[in-house]
């Protein structure tokens, strides 16, 4: 008599990946993903995996040897956590993805996810994964569980990637204005890497050694020096005579007195901000400067009419500069670090 019979190597197979399946998650604490070599190291054979990974199985493969232990839409933290162990030992997040991680707002809208490996690696992008290969890998930080590249070599990298001037302006000025990074680190990242790729970022670092911080002020420079105009200080501390703070305005001539203020709309939403704007304004004149005031959009509609007025002013109160204003420029040791910035080798690996 024939008996059907399920084979001994099938039944024990099929309750014992029930049971690892929870096993697995709790041992490798990577958000549900784990890559071949490692399921394999806790016994998962190739037939089990793809048993599990089988179409409508509750596994799945993510990217190549790359798996998840459920079968539906990924998180964005298991796409980052697959992409990283995708890139293998040693990968590390950079790029939009990395500032994001470090907490900035303004994030160029590059697609996928950006890894940073040694040069001698040769894991190759893939999916939604790109592979940065360089021979300066810089040490991770960990920064929401993930090893993640410093900030200034992320702003490096995003610039690499194909982030225009306006983007890496913005990612950097924020990243200056908020503490998270300085102008110095961010020169000395540029040194230690190829010139290839990264002319805006080096662009945007010799306006903040100037000490702009923001994009509506880098605009104005670059207003100013299309009309001809002379250069101000840019974000100086105005102290009186016996010390006492007075203002730091956006832009500075000494010699004139002249104060350059440039109005978003972003600092200027409520009667309440605008009563401020108006109250400094008036405490700069009557200290004896002159405040100029534009907008972001007078910059980029009307340069012509801001260079008019500026020349104007500085012409007008040309000699006029009140002696009992000291001005203190931002960033001291800046025109040694700009000598330095604009050494960077022009070719060469990343």
Same mark, same amino acid.
Not at 122 to 147: C, E, I, K, M, Q
């Given at each position: 008599?024939?008996? /059907?019979?399920?084979?001994?190597?099938?039944?024990?197979?099929?309750?014992?990946?029930?049971?690892?399946?929870?096993?697995?998650?709790?041992?490798?604490?990577?958000?549900?993903?784990?890559?071949?070599?490692?399921?394999?190291?806790?016994?998962?054979?190739?037939?089990?995996?793809?048993?599990?990974?089988?179409?409508?199985?509750?596994?799945?493969?993510?990217?190549?040897?790359?798996?998840?232990?459920?079968?539906?839409?990924?998180?964005?933290?298991?796409?980052?956590?697959?992409?990283?162990?995708?890139?293998?030992?040693?990968?590390?997040?950079?790029?939009?993805?990395?500032?994001?991680?470090?907490?900035?707002?303004?994030?160029?809208?590059?697609?996928?996810?950006?890894?940073?490996?040694?040069? /001698?690696?040769?894991?190759?992008?893939?999916?939604?994964?790109?592979?940065?290969?360089?021979?300066?890998?810089?040490?991770?930080?960990?920064?929401?569980?993930?090893?993640?590249?410093?900030?200034?070599?992320?702003?490096?990298?995003?610039?690499?990637?194909?982030?225009?001037?306006?983007?890496?302006?913005?990612?950097?000025?924020?990243?200056?204005?908020?503490?998270?990074?300085?102008?110095?680190?961010?020169?000395?990242?540029?040194?230690?890497?190829?010139?290839?790729?990264?002319?805006?970022?080096?662009?945007?670092?010799?306006?903040?050694?100037?000490?702009?911080?923001?994009?509506?002020?880098?605009?104005?420079?670059?207003?100013?020096?299309?009309?001809?105009?002379?250069?101000?200080?840019?974000?100086?501390?105005?102290?009186?005579?016996?010390?006492?703070?007075?203002?730091?305005?956006?832009?500075?001539?000494?010699?004139?007195?002249?104060?350059?203020?440039?109005?978003?709309?972003?600092?200027?939403?409520?009667?309440?901000?605008?009563?401020?704007?108006? /109250?400094?304004?008036?405490?700069?004149?009557?200290?004896?400067?002159?405040?100029?005031?534009?907008?972001? +959009?007078?910059?980029?509609?009307?340069?012509?009419?801001?260079?008019?007025?500026?020349?104007?002013?500085?012409?007008?109160?040309?000699?006029?500069?009140?002696?009992?204003?000291? +001005?203190?420029?931002?960033?001291?040791?800046?025109?040694?670090?700009?000598?330095?910035?604009?050494?960077?080798?022009?070719?060469?690996?990343?």
């Amino acid at each position: 008599m024939t008996t /059907n019979r399920v084979s001994p190597r099938t039944r024990p197979r099929t309750a014992r990946s029930s049971s690892r399946d929870g096993h697995t998650l709790a041992h490798l604490r990577q958000d549900g993903v784990a890559t071949v070599r490692q399921l394999r190291a806790l016994g998962v054979g190739s037939g089990v995996l793809a048993h599990r990974c089988r179409p409508g199985g509750p596994w799945q493969r993510l990217l190549p040897r790359t798996y998840l232990f459920h079968n539906g839409p990924p998180t964005a933290r298991q796409r980052t956590r697959a992409a990283l162990l995708y890139a293998g030992e040693g990968a590390m997040l950079t790029g939009p993805e990395a500032l994001q991680l470090f907490g900035l707002r303004y994030v160029p809208p590059l697609p996928g996810t950006h890894v940073l490996v040694p040069y /001698n690696r040769y894991t190759g992008s893939r999916d939604f994964v790109t592979v940065l290969r360089s021979r300066h890998v810089p040490r991770p930080r960990n920064v929401a569980g993930f090893p993640t590249a410093p900030l200034p070599r992320a702003l490096v990298d995003t610039t690499r990637l194909g982030a225009d001037l306006q983007q890496v302006r913005a990612a950097c000025a924020e990243a200056v204005q908020r503490g998270r990074c300085s102008v110095e680190a961010l020169t000395e990242e540029i040194l230690g890497t190829s010139a290839r790729g990264i002319a805006p970022i080096r662009a945007v670092i010799q306006e903040l050694l100037a000490g702009v911080r923001s994009v509506s002020e880098a605009q104005a420079r670059e207003v100013l020096r299309t009309g001809g105009l002379p250069e101000p200080l840019w974000n100086a501390t105005l102290l009186l005579a016996d010390g006492t703070f007075l203002a730091t305005p956006d832009g500075y001539w000494p010699d004139t007195g002249v104060v350059l203020e440039i109005d978003s709309r972003e600092y200027h939403l409520s009667p309440a901000d605008w009563h401020r704007t108006m /109250n400094r304004r008036n405490h700069l004149a009557s200290h004896g400067l002159h405040p100029l005031a534009f907008t972001p +959009a007078q910059l980029r509609h009307t340069p012509n009419t801001v260079i008019r007025h500026i020349a104007q002013a500085l012409t007008t109160y040309g000699g006029c500069a009140p002696g009992h204003i000291r +001005a203190v420029p931002i960033g001291w040791g800046r025109a040694s670090s700009a000598a330095r910035a604009s050494s960077v080798p022009r070719a060469g690996p990343a």
